[in-house]
């Protein structure tokens, strides 16, 4: 055989490919004897144990069904999960009111002081269209002004 060529498939196989001089191991069904180990690996031993396939995931028992571990735990996981996230979901729900808190007070601060504005000026026009009639624009605002928060 070829050095430069390395040997795939079964060994009577004429399959042969150029791997530019790197050399490849005979691979035939001897070197996978480990693929039997791990079909014969059992999910924890013998059946009492606590990591046996039958104690983690349940079985069925004389008065029926007997639930393992392994569908408890993960519900658990799961709650503490959620209740972690939800922590996290309040933190942000603090946020998203603190700044809708700052959003209204800047808002109604600026209408206050437009209509304040538009107040005065009517108030003005009034005042200047008849000055003996209406009351001054100082004492209209003082008694009419909107305060801000």
């Known amino acids: 055989m070829n050095t430069s060529m390395a040997y795939w498939g079964q060994p009577n196989s004429s399959t042969n490919i150029d791997l ?37 995931f349940g079985q069925m028992g004389e008065n029926g069904w007997e639930m393992g571990w392994a569908l408890p735990a993960l ?3 799961g709650g503490i999960a959620s209740t972690y996230l939800g922590y996290k979901s309040l933190g942000l729900q603090e946020k998203a009111m603190k700044q ?24 003005r026009a009034r005042v200047a269209s008849n000055p ?18």
């Open 132 to 149: 003996n009639a209406y009351r001054s624009v100082g004492s209209y605002m003082t008694q009419n002004k909107i305060e801000k928060i």
């Open 75 to 77: 519900k658990t996981f």
């Open 100 to 123: 809708g808190q700052k959003n209204f007070k800047s808002n109604f601060n600026t209408q206050a002081q437009l209509a304040n504005t538009q107040m005065e000026d009517r108030q």
């Open 20 to 56: 530019g001089g790197f050399e490849m191991p005979n691979s035939g069904p001897e070197d996978f004897s480990y693929l039997d180990d791990i079909q014969n690996l059992k999910l924890g031993g013998d059946n009492n144990s606590m990591w046996s396939k039958n104690a983690a």
